[in-house]
T-cell receptor, first 109, second 113 residues
Framework: TQLLEQSPQFLSIQEGENLTVYCNSS?????LQWYRQEPGEGPVLLVT?????EVKKLKRLTFQFGDARKDSSLHITAAQPGDTGLYLC?????????FGTGTRLKVLA | EPEVTQTPSHQVTQMGQEVILRCVPI?????FYWYRQILGQKVEFLVS????????KSEIFDDQFSVERPDGSNFTLKIRSTKLEDSAMYFC???????????FGNGTRLTVT
């Protein structure tokens, strides 16, 4: 069974702080995605990383795919209350996507 | 931007009753999925569907569950005899091709009493 473990599970920080969320697995993946989910809504895709070592930036969010394609990180610079939500990594399995355990982020004003 | 729509947004049912959750995927998408999420935690895969048949299903998707694409637009999840532990958010998703990103609906909150 392929598992994606995310850490930390919960994170509460002050506005303006930086943070990093991790997504780890013992399996190698062809790609990995990050989603954000807000209360009452479905997950929304933020980014897809494909190449080992790849770094992608989306405004204040920086995503990195590990060299061995087994792990990924999401770094947020100068977090804002609007970043609050559940962050999920996901990787392709057989005819499905496997989702990580999730990191619930709360950014306090 | 095209979106996945789900109805109803909230369904309350008694244990043992049948429920049908409905989804309208994005029109040109070919791959359809149901996921569930309990108490805002992990998103769990239930089933994937392509070319009018199930591609993959999880161990959660037992004989009480079924999926159907009754026409060219709807994709439904039926739970034949609901149990208390079926209470969850059920999300429908679609994608344009195998391994392309998923587009999720806003979910149906199922409460079994």
């Amino acid at each position: 069974t392929q598992l994606l473990e995310q850490s930390p599970q919960f994170l509460s920080i002050q506005e303006g702080e930086n943070l990093t969320v991790y997504c780890n697995s013992s399996s190698v993946f062809s790609s990995l995605q990050w989603y954000r989910q807000e209360p009452g809504e479905g997950p929304v895709l933020l980014v897809t990383v494909v190449t080992g070592g790849e770094v992608k930036k989306l405004k204040r969010l920086t995503f990195q795919f590990g060299d061995a394609r087994k792990d990924s990180s999401l770094h947020i610079t100068a977090a804002q209350p609007g970043d609050t939500g559940l962050y999920l990594c996901a990787a392709p399995g057989t005819y499905k996507y496997i989702f990580g355990t999730g990191t619930r982020l709360k950014v306090l004003a | 931007e095209p979106e996945v729509t789900q109805t109803p947004s909230h369904q309350v049912t008694q244990m043992g009753q049948e429920v049908i959750l409905r989804c309208v995927p994005i029109s040109n998408h070919l791959y359809f999925y149901w996921y569930r999420q309990i108490l805002g935690q992990k998103v769990e895969f239930l089933v994937s569907f392509y070319n009018n048949e199930i591609s993959e299903k999880s161990e959660i998707f037992d004989d009480q569950f079924s999926v159907e694409r009754p026409d060219g637009s709807n994709f439904t999840l039926k739970i034949r005899s609901t149990k208390l532990e079926d209470s969850a958010m059920y999300f429908c998703a679609s994608s344009s091709s195998y391994n392309s990103p998923l587009h999720f609906g806003n979910g149906t909150r199922l409460t079994v009493t």
